[in-house]
């Protein structure tokens, strides 16, 4: 793992050839299939953006290209008067920041091609490089900057972006995404002002709450889902987080120049940074599509299925969840009834929620117990063994809850270690969800929270699966470890959770884990390279779960995004089922209650699953209708080869004069014919799609389409496509 701050050995910087000029005007080629970063440097040493756009057949034809003086990194006190992108105060308390060209080299592994920059300032002992990461084959670049230096004491980063893009048009469209608890991921697409422009959080924990770190911008005008030029972002970090935009129009000394500085937010996190040691930003993942959103979905997808995600190809277990079947009222003899069910239903793991811990404080409600990770003995007397043992008996895996990032202050926890809490000692607590956070930024507490689960698993290793949640931002954050540098708290905090993650990964590399975090408060790629997967929301009603699904399939594959069948909603059980494996299906309903043709539909609609999972997770995916400002909604999923795909599609609310288009499919080969079978059918009798059992090419699919044949509010169908030669 990148550590942020990590230890350097020795005077490592001369090692490394930091001080061998190289060429006087270098040319640096980072590119991809498809798109090309590019830089030099002028006279003055400093680092350039020479081109950034679609890659060149010939590499020596970029040093045609007039270059700029402008510099590519703006530094705090010695640039233009503009956003800095890095700056510092120096030992001797100088504000300025000066960096000059030094020297670079790049290499190519197989689909990866990797380029350090090396950077240094001539005044002082401080040192940056610059990383850069093309995936070929994904036309995705990766970039994160690490800072060091030797000066006699430690210096105080004020600014630390991750990248520094610049761009220039006259127009720019920026999508984003913003909610809240139970209403993530509203999209909003607005033309790109002049000026400044941030979208970021300043939450600590569950940093996804309100905004995304992740954009689409469109250069020029609108882009659709198949045609226009778009950048595509995200930011790998699960703490505070700024995406900052500087529009500059009609200047006379930068024309039409955007700048985008993508990072970690500043806010209260002027960090200090000690002599020897190393700081690493978060990645910037991003990509630039030049035939629409939907190609700059796929690369991010393919990316993060390839790289991204842990064991990012590998399918994920389907499940049964306890928490809407008894909440916190239950105890052995409900939970042994409740594995039947997932036996009966056909999952692959039944996981345990909320309430099976505490005994000074039993975890009867969420005002007592959170940090007490002892079972409930009045609950569960014989333990996580005896369920363990009684799940392998009903031939399902066994998974269970975790928030070990709280605390509740009715809790032996919260009385044995008050200076683990983030509290400031001098003000009334300020509890949220009725829990605090615990200071993740001191390595007891670090150790505290991995034997949470090291503990769980070293007593049941059996144990296959958890979800590990947060249900809390910070407030009052003060930390006792940190004395005097309360302003590397809230980066420390999230390097101390990456150091837990690591950790457990290390031991129990096998453990499927989801991300959670109160519903999406943690939607990004900083802690999915530990996780297998994320809960999107807590709002589970499947017509929410439409928008709310697209929304984030913008970023993340659907494959990754939990998606369970559950009581929320008045939806007919099969829309349920239909929305939710679109996702990574599982269930959080009581099964008893279902009568037999609801069951049979259940076990049907996870067979099905299970045949479509590696297209829903590995496959392209196409969104063909979208939710918004419409009545009805549709996407598919293709596999690499064009022998299968999958379509989904919904009707929402239509109202009497609505026009439907047809369907007209994406991602087949022309020259193929598929056969049309629709899925989870009530009446195998009865399908909805008068084509079913047909078969086309998929030159007609994609040119013609089929009529639109979803009738009446809260219909959907599931249609299954297999090319035949």
């Not at 045949?611 to 598919?636: E, F, S, V």
Request: hydrophobic share 35%; with cysteine.
């Amino acid at each position: 793992m990148r550590t942020l701050c990590s230890f350097i050995i020795g005077c490592m910087f001369p090692c490394f050839g930091w001080l061998q000029a190289q060429d006087k005007t270098p040319t640096i080629v980072i590119s991809t299939q498809n798109t090309a970063l590019v830089y030099t440097a002028n006279v003055k040493k400093q680092l350039t953006q020479l081109y950034f756009g679609q890659a060149l057949a010939n590499t020596s034809d970029y040093t045609l290209k007039k270059p700029s003086n402008l510099p590519a990194i703006i530094t705090q006190g010695s640039g233009p008067v503009r956003e800095p992108s890095l700056g510092v105060l120096h030992a001797d308390n100088n504000p300025s920041l000066e960096l000059q060209y030094i020297n670079h080299n790049t290499k190519t592994e197989g689909n990866i091609q990797t380029t350090q920059i090396q950077l240094k300032d001539p005044q002082y002992p401080f040192y940056v490089t610059l990383n850069f990461k093309a995936y070929k084959n994904e036309n995705v670049i990766e970039q994160w900057a690490e800072i060091k230096h030797q000066e006699k004491k430690a210096v105080i980063l004020k600014h630390f972006t991750s990248a520094f893009l610049q761009l220039s048009s006259k127009n720019y469209y920026l999508t984003h995404f913003f909610g809240d608890w139970a209403n993530e991921v509203r999209m909003e697409e607005v033309p790109l002002p002049e000026g400044i422009h941030h979208i970021e959080s300043k939450l600590g924990t569950r940093a996804t709450n309100f905004d995304l770190p992740s954009f689409m911008l469109s250069v020029d005008q609108p882009a659709g889902e198949e045609n226009g030029k778009v950048l595509a972002g995200t930011l790998a970090w699960s703490g505070n987080f700024r995406l900052g935009f500087e529009n500059i129009r009609y200047s006379e000394d930068f024309g039409n120049l955007l700048q985008i500085l993508p990072g970690i937010n500043n806010y209260a996190s002027e960090y200090t940074l000690v002599p020897n040691t190393t700081f690493t930003t978060p990645s910037f993942i991003y990509t630039y599509s030049y035939s629409g959103k939907g190609q700059a979905s796929r690369n991010l997808h393919q990316w993060a299925t390839n790289y991204g995600i842990y064991k990012g190809k590998e399918n994920k277990s389907t499940l049964l969840n306890n928490w809407e079947a008894t909440y916190f009222k239950f105890d052995e003899q409900k939970l042994t009834s409740l594995l039947g069910d997932a036996q009966n239903l056909g999952v692959d793991v039944f996981l345990l929620d909320d309430g099976w811990f505490g005994n000074k404080y039993p975890r009867n409600n969420d005002d007592a117990g959170l940090g007490d990770w002892e079972v409930n003995k009045k609950k569960l007397p014989n333990g996580l063994p005896f369920f363990v043992k009684e799940a392998k008996k009903h031939n399902v895996k066994f998974g269970i809850w975790v928030e070990p990032e709280m605390v509740n202050p009715k809790s032996e926890l919260y009385e044995k270690h008050p200076d683990w809490i983030l509290k400031l000692p001098n003000r009334d607590e300020n509890l949220r969800r009725t829990q605090l956070v615990l200071d993740l930024s001191n390595p007891k507490v670090q150790e505290h929270v991995f034997k949470v689960v090291d503990n769980i698993l070293q007593e049941n290793p059996d144990i296959a699966y958890i979800k590990w949640d947060c249900n809390r931002y910070m407030t009052n954050a003060f930390s006792d470890y940190l004395k005097d540098k309360q302003n590397n708290l809230y980066i420390d905090y999230t390097l101390g959770l990456y150091k837990v993650l690591e950790r457990i990964r290390q031991k129990y590399p096998d453990t499927e884990l989801m991300w959670c975090s109160g519903g999406g408060g943690r939607a990004e790629y900083g802690g999915l390279k530990y996780t297998n997967e994320f809960w999107p929301s807590d709002n589970t009603d499947p017509l929410q779960r439409i928008f709310i699904q697209y929304g984030y399939s913008y970023f993340f594959p659907m494959g990754i995004q939990c998606a369970h069948v559950t009581s929320w909603g008045k939806q007919p059980l099969k829309f349920k089922l239909d929305v939710a494996m679109s996702g990574k299906l599982g269930f959080d309903i009581r099964i008893e209650e279902m009568n037999p043709e609801e069951l049979k539909l259940s076990q049907n609609a996870l067979k099905n699953y299970k045949n479509l999972q590696d297209i829903i997770n590995t496959g392209d995916m196409y969104r063909l209708i979208a939710p918004y400002n419409n009545h009805y909604a549709a996407w598919m999923l293709t596999d690499k080869a064009k022998n299968k795909a999958v379509l989904y599609t919904y009707n929402l609310h239509p109202q009497l004069g609505d026009y439907f288009a047809p369907i007209q499919f994406q991602g087949l080969d022309p020259n193929k014919n598929y056969v049309l079978k629709e899925l989870n059918l009530e009446n195998e009798n009865k399908p909805q799609l008068p084509q079913n059992g047909k078969s086309f090419s998929g030159d007609y699919l994609m040119k013609i389409g089929l009529p639109w044949f979803l009738n009446g509010s809260l219909k959907s169908s599931v249609i299954e496509l297999t090319a035949i030669n």
